[in-house]
């Protein structure tokens, strides 16, 4: 009964409202004091519950003396629900996103926030790249995963998971670049999704390849801080829509991408 009235209560009714509603449900009508004795809810409240019940239709009355409350059907009674519900979502997001978009806002868009973990990097990540509308451009993307797929199984389900969404963004007409660091590296990109724009970066120092970086649309950007220990839970990247911030990593992503070769 319990995890009933703990869903009713996740669909937006209150504990007393939901005992109610069972209770009416369980024996298909009665009056205000078989209400309190069939839910357990105190008597004074029931007056309420049952006003709030009827104003949301979820129960009819019936104007005798004294006055019985009758139970609809649970179907057309939830459906009811979630009609309420649904409006009230959509209010809710409407208002948020007026705020969200305000003005006050607008102005803190240069703060970078720091994500922590390996899971939570790479799920900011693909969100980043589900983001995209016309172009991704990126250095070695997320190299982690395949690097450590030998020490965490659940690193490759990552890495394909990072792999499709690209796939489905160049499907989309989305224009990838990414820079590769290694002959190897860029022929195994290559080969896993093959609609990308490819350049190999040559580097001496293997201090330059810890991490990466994707840049989407001029708007936002994530780089994959990368250590040299193999936890994942040291995983850690840097994200950020400010436009001062994404300029910046755009010209050096521009720079490196020109001195690239092509592969």
Not at 35 to 48: D, W
Not at 97 to 103: H, K, L, P, R, V
Request: net charge negative.
């Amino acid at each position: 009964m319990s995890s009933l009235i703990d869903s009713l209560r996740n669909l937006g009714l209150t504990e007393y409202e939901a005992k109610v509603f069972v209770a009416l449900t369980r024996h298909g009508s009665g009056t205000a004091t078989d209400l309190h004795m069939f839910s357990g809810i105190p008597r004074p409240a029931v007056y309420g519950v049952l006003k709030k019940l009827a104003e949301r239709g979820l129960i009819e009355v019936q104007h005798t003396k004294p006055m019985r409350y009758k139970c609809i059907c649970p179907q057309e009674a939830i459906e009811k629900i979630k009609k309420d519900f649904d409006q009230e979502t959509e209010l809710a997001l409407d208002k948020l996103g007026e705020i969200y978009s305000s003005e006050e806002n607008i102005l803190q868009e240069d703060v970078v926030w720091t994500i922590n973990g390996l899971k939570n990097v790479t799920d900011r990540i693909i969100q980043v790249i589900c983001n995209a509308r016309s172009e991704i451009i990126a250095e070695t993307p997320h190299p982690t995963l395949s690097d450590l797929g030998d020490v965490y199984p659940l690193i490759k389900k990552h890495h394909q998971a990072l792999i499709e969404v690209f796939n489905r963004k160049i499907d989309e007409g989305v224009k990838v670049r990414i820079i590769a660091y290694s002959l190897d590296e860029l022929k195994d990109i290559a080969e896993q999704i093959p609609g990308v724009e490819l350049k190999l970066y040559n580097i001496k120092s293997e201090e330059f390849r810890k991490g990466g970086a994707i840049l989407v649309d001029n708007s936002e950007v994530i780089i994959d801080l990368r250590k040299d220990a193999v936890s994942r839970e040291e995983f850690t990247a840097i994200w950020s829509n400010g436009k001062e911030f994404v300029f910046f990593v755009k010209h050096l992503l521009e720079a490196e991408w020109e001195a690239a070769q092509t592969s």
